[in-house]
Every structure is written in C-alpha cells, then in structure tokens.
C-alpha cells in the first residue's frame, strides 16, 4: 500500500480550486504513479472560520476562503467513489490549543497534519527567517522545541515535513534528534516523509535519516506526502521515499479514517 497523504486542491496552474472536479487530476496522477490512496490537507490559514489564529500577515492575508467548499468537494468526490482522504494542514499556534480544537472540531476529518511554519512571527520557509533572526543553532533549537509541543498538543495525527527549518540548506553543526523523537513517541503522533524537500535547496527528503531513525527506534509511525500544490507533483519521487523508510527498518504505513490511523503494509 502506498498513500500521498500531503496535497492541496489546486488547479493545473496551482490556484486555489476548491471545487469536487479539481480532486480528478489528482486521483489521475495517483493512478499514474501506484499510489492507492491521496488526502487532501489544504493549508488552515486559507480558510476564514481559521481568522482568529493568525497574527502572521503572510496567514491573515490569505485567510479569505470559506471551509465548507473544501469540505464538501473532497466528501462529494469520496461519496462518486474516489480514493481520498480529507484532511487538514493546520500550522500549529503555541498557546492556542484551545481555540485550534474548538474550530477545528465541527468537521469530518479523516486526519490533520501538524506543522511549524512560523515561530513567535518569525519564518521557518518565509519571511522574516527565523535563522537569520535567532542564529542557526538557536533557531534549530527553537524550531524542534515548537515541533515537540505540536506533537504534544495531541491536536495532530501526524506532523508534516517534520525537519522543514533545513529547507534552505543552512544546518546546525551537530543535531541530537533523540529528544525530539522521544516527545513525539508519547504524543503518539505520526511523522510524515515528504519528498518537497527533494525540491528545495536542501535537495533531502524530509525529515533526514537519523530523525527518522530516531522515530523508528521508538515505534513512531508515519505517512508519506508529496505536499503537490498542483495534480502532477501527487507521488512525485516516493521510490526514495520508500528507500528511505525501508532503509531505517519501516515495513508498514499509516492509513488514516476519521481520525483513527491503522497500519498497512508499505508496498
Ligand atoms: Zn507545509
Ligand atoms: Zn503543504
């Protein structure tokens, strides 16, 4: 079994295209490419019901798209019998569990991906970078530091590219990825592998070898995603993907339906 559990429903251009017709590229790409199963996890902060989280221009900008929409392209295109999954990807506020749970509560999600793009209004892929404000060893310090109290804010299934803060390339001189990996073990949370960092200047997937290792040792489990902003990146590269999950010792993959995740053969 092989899932892209990390997409957002876009056009062939890549805009917004929330509508149940635009799932059909998508599924089309996935046959394509062996994938048995997609999820659609649009960013949170497109999505006015979300407004109150924000502080962030880069989120309140965009923040204009109603939810239900989304919602019910995916559930439309899964009740014409199409392989998809409808999920989330929430960027977690430290602070505001409550308010997250609250909104996001009301809908049927199938599961929600946990990531930290922005810390205290500093950019770990935008701008102003956290890097260049806090240094690389602070700001790496800071951004695993964030990516433990998502995963342990239990508001997740799975936490999406889960070593983002390398994604320019600019590395702290020696990572202890233990702790880390140890936190997310309680939270039971999942960790995805995303070939999107194969497309960034780091050039890697995420999340590297010994974080992943480190969650191997520890039971994590995880989803696989390729974070395709349009239909022909769904399933792009997952071969390393699957090398590097086997690599570590993985032999299966989480599946996920109403929020409960089961584990799969990965194929
Ligand atoms: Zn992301
Ligand atoms: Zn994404």
């Known amino acids: 079994m092989i899932v892209d559990y990390h997409m957002h429903l876009r056009n062939g251009r890549g805009e917004i295209a929330h509508d149940t017709w635009a799932v059909e590229p998508f599924v089309e790409i996935a046959r394509q490419e062996g994938v048995d199963?997609?999820?659609f996890t649009e960013h949170a902060y497109y999505f006015e019901q979300t407004r109150a989280l924000w502080t962030h221009p880069y989120q309140t900008e965009r923040c204009v798209?109603?939810?239900e929409p989304y919602v019910e392209a995916v559930l439309q295109a899964r009740e014409r019998g199409l392989p998809v999954k409808l999920g989330?990807?929430?960027d977690y506020v430290q602070g505001r569990e409550h308010e997250m749970h609250?909104?996001?509560e009301p809908y049927p999600w199938d599961y929600l991906l946990g990531s930290v793009h922005f810390i205290d209004g500093l950019g770990v892929d935008g701008e102003p970078r956290l890097l260049e404000a806090l240094g690389v060893d602070e700001g790496w310090r800071r951004y695993f530091e964030t990516l433990a109290a998502a995963a342990q804010s239990r508001l997740f299934d799975s936490?999406?590219?889960p070593d983002l803060v390398k994604i320019f390339g600019v590395l702290a001189a020696s990572f202890d990825y233990n702790p880390v990996a140890e936190a997310i073990a309680e939270s039971g949370v999942a960790v995805e592998v995303s070939t999107a960092g194969l497309r960034k200047p780091v050039g890697e997937l995420y999340p590297h070898p010994d974080f992943l290792a480190a969650c191997r040792e520890r039971n994590v489990p995880v989803t696989l995603g390729s974070d395709a902003h349009k239909p022909v990146l769904v399933g792009r590269e997952f071969d390393r993907a699957r090398d590097l999950l086997r690599s570590v010792g993985y032999e299966t993959i989480t599946l996920f339906d109403g929020r409960r995740g089961r584990q799969e053969q990965l194929g």
């Open 37 to 39: 199963e997609i999820g």
């Open 65 to 67: 798209y109603d939810l």
């Open 88 to 90: 989330l990807e929430v």
């Open 102 to 104: 609250s909104l996001l």
């Open 159 to 161: 936490l999406s590219h």
